[in-house]
């Protein structure tokens, strides 16, 4: 039982790069998250999902999409991508019942 | 506006010592109040979590508390250890949304 894990842990991309970051769980959770951490910040969330084929914008979507491909993962895209974006992304899964929310390790990002 | 604040921005303390992390909240109506612990590089992980009715709730040498009234929470961490030093976050949601509030968080740091 991995629980939320992330790919990849580190990255490095140039300005107007594209990427993709990955986010699966394995608890048979309905409610997924992406979440970006910056200094100095609480936690922002980018988007939500609900449900398989459901997503919702978050407090701080522009620059980025999302794809909820199951219910195991969910992916984070962004198609082309600016020193803004320079963040800790963490994805994490939300239980039904307790309404508790579990989070992956996150990924580092670097934007120059 | 929904906003959660959390005071001090930092600590230290002596291995042994006790402590506590304050946190304020303007979120309506509220649902539910968790304390996170995370670790430098990880992901937040759950202490506890808290609804209206309950004052109290404690997870080994975390006890934390709350005055719904006042829209107050204390995190306290008794006889800390080494493995204390963290962040701790308090996050709030409100009822009938799928969202939470971050606070920007204590960094805690123990010393021998």
């Known amino acids: 039982n991995a629980g939320v894990t992330q790919t990849p842990k580190f990255q490095v991309l140039k300005t107007g790069q594209s990427m993709t970051l990955q986010c699966a769980q394995d608890m048979n959770h309905n409610s997924m998250y992406w979440y970006r951490q910056d200094p100095g910040m609480g936690l922002r969330l980018i988007y939500y999902?609900?449900?398989?084929?459901?997503?919702d914008k978050g407090e701080v979507p522009n620059g980025y999409n999302v794809s909820r491909l199951n219910k195991r993962e969910f992916s984070l895209r962004l198609e082309s991508a600016a020193p803004s974006q320079t963040s800790v992304y963490f994805c994490?899964?939300?239980?039904?019942?307790?309404?508790?929310?579990?989070f992956g390790p996150g990924t580092r990002l670097t934007v120059t | 506006k929904n906003q959660v604040e959390q005071s001090p921005q930092s600590l230290i303390i002596l291995e042994g010592k006790n402590c506590t992390l304050q946190c304020n909240y303007t979120v309506s109506p509220f649902s539910n109040l968790r304390w996170y612990k995370q670790d430098t590089g990880r992901g937040p992980v759950s202490l506890t979590i808290m609804t209206f009715s309950e004052n109290t709730k404690s997870n080994g040498r975390y006890t934390a508390t709350l005055d719904a009234d006042t829209k107050q929470s204390s995190l306290h961490i008794t006889a800390s250890q080494l493995s204390d030093s963290a962040s701790y976050i308090c996050v709030v949601s409100a009822k009938g949304t799928y969202k939470y509030i971050f606070g920007t968080g204590t960094r805690l740091k123990v010393l021998a």
């Open positions: 999902s609900a449900s398989e084929g459901t997503t």
């Open positions: 994490a899964s939300r239980d039904l019942y307790s309404y508790e929310q579990y």
